[in-house]
């Protein structure tokens, strides 16, 4: 087993790995930036490097900084996390080249199925469904005419996206090239890379996402499904597993399309296949993450399976540990994103110094996060600052027991979307299930009416 993993990121998912590598008997060097010398994750870790100012560019970003870090401490392998560079194919080739092992896939199927139009190509090759679109990278003018010939709305998209990043849903013709222009500009400001395709947007569609590992030996199994819908701005806010809107048929399939994906293009690591199913319950494969979810939490909690871990040992090489009959689905999952946002303002960023905070616990609560009391929020970087996973035999008890984790949660000195995620508990229809990819819009307008009726 490796003997120092370097860990390339920061925040509640440095921490999470520093646990599981504590678990595993592995030693951990944190990297950490100017605006991060208070941070958890760099007192947790058995050595700690600073790699560079405050700026995500000269820091989490600078590969040069990061590798040199892991050469001159020792280690023999780079954990990326999630964002940062956990997608970016170029980092995990200088990782190999510099003799260190990365923790994801090889870097040639990330490159493939990390860009999304070239992953939509080869996904239409191996018989997953896919929606309608170029399939490909394209400029404006070839954009416009494909979205002219599939119909308006259109969605175009970052080749290299993630996170919500570098799309835009055009409705008409006449908007068509302001978005793409606003688009293309996103997408080189967060991704380097200003390649766009186009994608016929499905209206009303459920976010599925299926859980897959595969090891270096080509054994693939799945983790059963995800539920993403409730989005604000294509950025999750709440996850559960399993999702109880959709039919045991409909899973069969989802599962099987993602372990076909995984196969055809000889995938070697922890990752999550995302559709989209509409109102008949037709799906879409709509992209890979080629590296562990933020929510993976409610996964682990539903099969009792440690994916980070099992992503370290199949970086190693060892074959999978689990076949899938021996994956048992058990109760039910919800995670709740806790940011440090300002909900009464378009939910702004909310950076600064936390001064009081408590967590909740008790069976079947888990508090993923890097921050604690005195601790101070830097700007510079997302704004989720903990995550509330809880665990029950049944969806309605879960329902509940978030609930009480989120009466009982306290974190002063900042505003944060602890109310919001209360509030949303309690509505009708995230209680039924039965929730698409527009409902949290929806549901921020009704708090807005109801705010100005309260007024």
Known sequence: MFKKILIANRGEIAVRIIRACKELGIETVAVYSKADEDALHRELANEAVCIGDKNSLDSYLNIENIISAACLTGCDAIHPGFGFLSENPQFARMVETCGLTFIGPNPDVMEK??????????????????????????????????????????????????????????????????????????????????????????????????????????????????????????????????????????????????????????????????????????????????????????????????????????????????????IKLSGYAIECRINAEDMDNDFRPNPGKITFMHVPGGMGVRIDSAVYPGYVIPPYYDSMILKVICFAKTRLECIRKMREALEELIIDGIKTTVEFHYVLLHHPTFILGHYDTSFIEGFIEELKENARLVQ
């Open 113 to 326: 199925m990390g860009n999304k139009s070239e992953a939509i190509r080869l996904m239409k090759e191996a018989g997953v469904p896919i929606v309608p679109g170029s399939y490909k990278a394209v400029d404006k003018e070839e954009g416009l005419a494909i979205a002219e010939s599939i119909g308006f709305p259109v969605l175009i998209k970052a080749s290299a996206g993630g996170g919500g990043k570098g799309i835009r849903l055009v409705e008409n013709k006449n908007e068509f090239e302001l978005l793409f222009n606003e688009a293309k500009e996103e997408a080189l400001k967060f991704f380097s890379n200003d390649e766009l395709y186009i994608e016929k947007y499905i209206s009303h569609p459920k976010h599925i996402e299926v859980q897959i590992m595969c090891d270096k030996l080509g054994n693939c199994i799945h983790l059963f499904e995800r539920n993403c819908s409730l989005q604000r701005r294509n950025q999750k806010m709440v996850e559960e597993a399993p999702c109880i809107s959709i039919s045991q048929n409909l899973k069969n399939k989802l599962y099987q399309s993602a372990l076909k994906a995984c196969k055809y293009v000889g995938y070697d690591s922890v990752g999550t296949i995302e559709f989209l199913v509409d109102g008949e319950e037709n799906y879409y494969f709509i992209e890979m993450n080629t590296r562990v979810q933020v929510e993976h939490c409610v996964t682990e909690a539903v099969t009792n399976v440690d994916i980070v871990k099992n992503m370290i040992k199949i970086a190693y090489g060892l074959p999978l540990a689990y076949k899938q009959e021996d």
